[in-house]
């Protein structure tokens, strides 16, 4: 056999094959630094926070004044979706010193800037990291106005982003032989990013497993250590707060089934922007590009996940910001197509995708614009820079200059209950605050008022009455349950008062008699009685019933 003979290699020449594949990384690094740059932009561009946003930094401001993660002094009711969020709100509020409501807004686009970087480097991976690769799903996502208005907001909605990129680039490399503890730890963070991520958890754990099976031992020693942290926060939240769930998700009945709601968000979303066409045109490529069964387990992760967050979000109806409960589902399904191989046919539809993006980011807007749309969902970034005539409020001012007839928060004493005509009455003596306020635009009015003040929500969020309503109003999800002034007056009301309207005073009287005893008292004694060891047990093993527990009031008067 003749020997083969190789080509000289000269000295000081890199081989052309080389030279391709150091320039393709350049390549995939520009476009995934072009996307993170593009996120920042088209973040801070629609930087604001949100009157939602403006709970958590109240909840945050008494954590940080000592008072605990409570919205009123003396309540505990669990206001906040997102523990992780809150939490780290506070956290890096605390250490820069810095006012919580921009801080929430800034962690809120680094969170978002940072979900892109690793959704894309994930993708870059899961193809090949050597060859080329073109944006694909990339620019779905960056195109999309929602996208960028809830990069900020204050809410959670970027850490949800953060999650979900970290995690898929973690599952990635993971799969090729990776660390496999990161994973498992940042996996299992979850549920307190928000609740319903445990559907994604459990399919990329299992997604993990199938690819770096480690024996059944070691499995069940993966899932102890992904969810303890999960496990020991449940018990701190059913035994402080008196619940299985966030008091949210109680004022948003998320256990009903709403499907025809749901259909009806996610068609407000999906046909404003036309998205059928560019997911179906990138996720099967995708798929078509994977090239092993390592690839392809990979990818149908994000995609399983995606689709179950979708039908959570339309089994619990949606929601009544535009847009913002889709996020995560979409960026699950485009995780494995955020960048694809060059072939003729990636690169026909990345073009087709380029040309929507465009259309989509320079003219596709909701019909609704700067309102609330007649199904009940609103523009709310819109709404609120109108509202605020700020074209970026990113602070609690402009929404307090905005809000009509403030009170002098430091004179004044009682309970203020607006809309009623009775004008102010003596509040009751046993809590620690001197004034009560009622009123729908929580965020705002909490932050219009001193963190003693009592601010009573009467649409539930922060109020343990009011969550424990049956739904009565069925035009705005988290607008459904308005809690009749009655039972405002008959709560907060002091003893001895005789009110104007007779009629009115004895139905307040009839309520006081039934808060005084039976699961009303339960419930009341479980958010405001003192925090002893007694309490704290008492309020665990009665969490499933109390977090079972309604009521129908009559006389319900929806908003308009």
């Not at 509020?93 to 800037?113: I, K, N, P, R």
């Not at 770096?212 to 707060?241: D, E, K």
């Not at 922060?462 to 309503?469: D, F, P, R, Y």
Request: glycine letters at 10%.
């Amino acid at each position: 056999m003749a020997d083969v003979v190789s080509p000289p290699v000269h000295a000081g020449r890199v081989p052309v094959t080389t030279r391709f594949s150091r320039w393709a990384r350049t390549w995939n690094h520009a476009v995934t630094a072009l996307a993170a740059a593009v996120t920042a932009f088209a973040g801070w561009q629609n930087r604001w926070i949100s009157d939602d946003g403006l709970i958590v930094t109240r909840t945050v401001r008494q954590l940080l004044a000592g008072n605990g993660p409570v919205f009123n002094v003396g309540e505990r009711v669990e206001t906040g979706t997102s523990t992780a969020w809150t939490y780290l709100v506070a956290l890096v509020s605390w250490v820069s010193g810095g006012d919580a409501a921009f801080v929430a807004v800034l962690l809120g686009l680094g969170c978002t800037v940072a979900a892109v970087t690793f959704a894309v480097l994930g993708a870059v991976r899961l193809h090949g990291g050597s060859g080329w690769l073109l944006p694909a799903g990339v620019l779905v996502v960056l195109a999309l106005p929602p996208f960028w208005e809830f990069a900020t907001s204050g809410l959670e909605t970027g850490l949800v982003f953060l999650w979900t990129g970290l995690s898929w680039w973690l599952l990635v490399r993971a799969a090729w032989g990776g660390p496999v503890l990161p994973p498992v730890f940042v996996l299992g963070l979850a549920p307190l990013v928000r609740p319903e991520l445990t559907l994604a958890y459990l399919v990329f754990l299992g997604a993990l497993l199938v690819l770096r099976w480690p024996g059944r031992r070691a499995a069940v020693r993966w899932f102890a250590m992904s969810v303890a942290l999960p496990v020991a926060y449940q018990v701190f939240r059913m035994g402080y707060y008196g619940l299985l769930v966030p008091n949210t998700a109680l004022a948003k009945e998320a256990g009903e089934s709403r499907w025809a709601r749901g259909l009806l968000y996610a068609g407000d979303t999906v046909l404003t922007y036309q998205l059928v066409g560019p997911l179906l045109a990138v996720v099967p490529l995708a798929l078509w590009a994977c090239r092993t069964r390592r690839d392809l387990v990979a990818s149908l992760a994000p995609l399983l996940a995606g689709i179950l967050t979708l039908l959570y979000v339309l089994r619990v109806g949606g929601d009544f910001m535009h847009g913002r409960m889709l996020l995560p589902a979409l960026l699950l399904v485009l995780l494995p197509a955020m960048v694809l191989p060059p072939r003729a046919m990636t690169g026909l539809v990345c073009v087709a995708v380029a040309l929507w993006a465009v259309l989509c980011a320079t003219s596709l807007r909701v019909p609704y614009a700067w309102n609330v749309g007649p199904d009940g969902i609103a523009d709310e970034r819109g709404f609120y820079v109108a509202w605020t005539r700020d074209p970026h409020p990113v602070t609690a001012e402009p929404y307090v200059r905005a809000r009509a007839e403030p009170l002098g928060a430091r004179t004044d004493i009682g309970l203020h209950v607006p809309g009623t005509g009775l004008g102010p009455v003596p509040l009751r003596d046993d809590g620690p605050a001197r004034l009560a306020v009622t009123g729908d635009v929580l965020g705002t009015l909490g932050a219009s008022l001193p963190l003693d003040v009592l601010v009573v929500d009467r649409l539930g969020l922060a109020n343990a009455l009011g969550s424990h309503m049956t739904s009565a109003c069925g035009q705005r999800v988290g607008h459904e349950k308005p809690l009749p002034f009655e039972y405002v007056y008959a709560d907060y009301m002091a003893r001895g008062v005789t009110l104007r309207d007779a009629r009115f005073g004895a139905e307040v009287e009839r309520i006081r008699g039934e808060l005084a005893g039976g699961r009303f008292l339960d419930l009341l004694e479980a958010t405001r009685a003192p925090l002893t060891p007694r309490r704290f047990w008492d309020n665990l093993v009665g969490a499933p019933a109390r977090t079972a527990f309604r009521f129908s009031p009559p006389g319900v008067s929806c908003p308009s």
